[in-house]
C-alpha cells in the first residue's frame, strides 16, 4: 500500500470530523447571534440541514432566493444552514482580529533595568 493512500486514509476522517465541529460552532454560534440581533422573528434552519440537499426543483425567478432561504413545502421559509453557519464563523473571526487589534495597540510592559555606566564596562572573562 503506497504511503500516499495511507495518509490519505488517515487524514479523510480527521478532515471530516473538524469539518463537523466547525459547523457546528458556527451554527451554534451563528443562530444565537441572529436569534439575538432578529429578537428571534428569523426562522433558522436546523444544523442538519447543513449536510443535506434540497431536493425540491427551483423556478428561474427563485433561484436568487433560493441561495439564502430554505424552502419547504407548507412551512416558511427559513435562513439556510450554510448561511448561519457562515455568519457564525464570521463573528469568530471578528472577535478574533478585534482581540488581536486591541492586544497589539497595548505596549509590551518591560521590566524596569538599571542602566549600567559605560566607564564601567568591563569585558567578562578576561583578567
Known sequence: MPADEVIG???A???T??????????HLTG???????TLGRLDLAPLDAL???NRFRKKKQDVI???FWRHQP??????KAGWVCFVGLLLWVVIGVGT???????????PDMPVEAEDDWKPTGID
Do not use: M
Open 9 to 11: 486514509a488517515i487524514i
Open 13 to 15: 476522517p480527521v478532515a
Open 17 to 26: 470530523i473538524v469539518g463537523y465541529v466547525f459547523g457546528a460552532l458556527g
Open 31 to 37: 443562530s444565537a447571534f441572529l436569534t439575538i440581533i
Open 51 to 53: 449536510f443535506e440537499e
Open 65 to 67: 432566493s433560493s441561495i
Open 74 to 79: 407548507g412551512k416558511r421559509r427559513a435562513l
Open 100 to 110: 488581536y487589534q486591541v492586544l497589539k495597540s497595548q505596549p509590551a510592559e518591560v
